[in-house]
């Protein structure tokens, strides 16, 4: 049975009455609204459906925005006070439901008072953006000048780097250990073939930085290149590239057996093949045979396989895992272990490791293939 117009009237008028008195409370919803009116949520939404075709929510939603029109014609106050007034706890939904409800936003309602502080808020609005605007130009301005830098100077990082040898088989962390060297006041020094070594001075001793790749003596004689491992065993001197690959020459040097280390003619002519003296005075600087390994080795797990414990390269001296080859001719360690002949005694070589820092010497045989590291005479 469908109740008579004026009680309906009476109803609505009831339910707005109790929105107004909690009208800021931006918490007073469907289930306080339910609770002054004495009525069930399911009641009350079905009641109001029927006499207005409203849901409860909208109809609270409706009921704010109607004052808050009245507010805005005839107090003087802005939106976002009105907003807050009402009940919405964010001016800018307040805006939205505004203007969806009326067609048109609250700073446009026909209030003298109101326009003049809209158009107030409006100007300082438009001075902060333009302050803000400002604030990114200068940012972008500043940002720009930085990357500039920052691409000059890689520029000139890359000129100087590829300009620092002219040896292509040097990688590009040796040559940059090059510049760093020549600013200590060390050179560089070329082998017969042309090859261009950096030095690395070490306490009191100057030492290449990379491992021997001469395939001559220093007056010019030729090495026997030996890849057959029947040849390679024999009582001569001989040299090769690790698994017979030129390719990792210009990585890991050359492997020479203990015989052209013997000669006095192998390294450039003012320096020497590292001799066991030589190895003990590096050893002693580095802080002894147990934690010496970890400031000889390059860092990366390029050169070594992980875990390449304790490397550091504070030395500049950069060993790399060049492995070996044995006098039966089979090639191993590659990456794992770095050795060098240190004469004068046949068949001693000092080797380091990836897993530790340790730093041994070891006697092996003479026809075995090692790395060699030259020392700059005194």
């Not at 609204?33 to 939603?61: D, H, P, W």
């Not at 040796?174 to 600013?183: D, V």
């Not at 560089?188 to 290449?208: C, E, F, L, P, S």
Request: aromatic share 12%; charged share 20%; proline share 3%.
């Amino acid at each position: 049975m469908i109740e008579p117009a004026g009680k309906d009237q009476i109803f609505i008028r009831k339910l707005s009455d109790i929105i107004l008195q909690h009208l800021s409370d931006e918490n007073f919803g469907v289930k306080e609204l339910a609770n002054e009116s004495g009525m069930s949520q399911y009641v009350l939404s079905q009641r109001l459906y029927s006499i207005t075709g409203k849901t409860i929510n909208q109809f609270i939603r409706e009921t704010r925005l109607n004052k808050a029109m009245e507010m805005l014609q005839n107090e003087e106050v802005t939106a976002s006070e009105v907003a807050y007034k009402v009940g919405f706890s964010s001016p800018t939904y307040f805006n939205t439901c505004f203007h969806e409800f009326f067609g048109y936003p609250p700073g446009k309602v026909k209030n003298p008072v109101f326009g003049i502080n809209e158009e107030i808020n409006s100007v300082q609005v438009t001075a902060k953006q333009e302050k803000k605007r400002s604030v990114w130009r200068t940012l972008m301005i500043f940002s720009s000048g930085i990357l500039s830098v920052i691409i000059l100077l890689y520029l000139v990082f890359n000129f100087f780097i590829k300009n620092s040898t002219s040896d292509p088989g040097v990688s590009l962390k040796n040559r940059w250990n090059s510049l760093i060297n020549k600013e200590k006041g060390n050179n560089t020094v070329k082998d017969i073939d042309g090859n261009v070594y950096h030095t690395v001075t070490i306490g009191t001793q100057i030492w290449m930085a990379e491992d021997l790749r001469t395939t001559k003596y220093n007056d010019g004689a030729l090495i026997p290149y030996v890849t057959d491992n029947k040849e390679w065993n024999s009582h001569t001197a001989a040299y090769c590239y690790y698994d017979n690959d030129k390719r990792n020459k210009s990585k890991y040097g050359i492997l020479y057996n203990w015989f052209p280390t013997a000669t006095g003619r192998l390294c450039p002519i003012g320096w020497h093949v590292s001799t066991s003296n030589d190895w003990e005075t590096l050893i002693d600087y580095c802080g002894g045979w147990e934690k010496a390994g970890g400031k000889l080795k390059e860092t990366d797990t390029i050169y070594w396989k992980a875990p390449n414990v304790g490397a550091t390269n504070e030395t500049g001296f950069t060993a790399l895992g060049a492995g070996g080859r044995s006098h039966n001719g089979t090639f191993s360690n590659l990456r794992i272990s770095s050795t060098w002949w240190c004469p004068p005694r046949c068949g001693d070589i000092i080797t380091l490791s990836n897993d530790r820092t340790w730093v041994y010497v070891i006697e092996s045989y003479a026809e075995e293939g090692y790395c060699v590291r030259c020392v700059k005479d005194k």
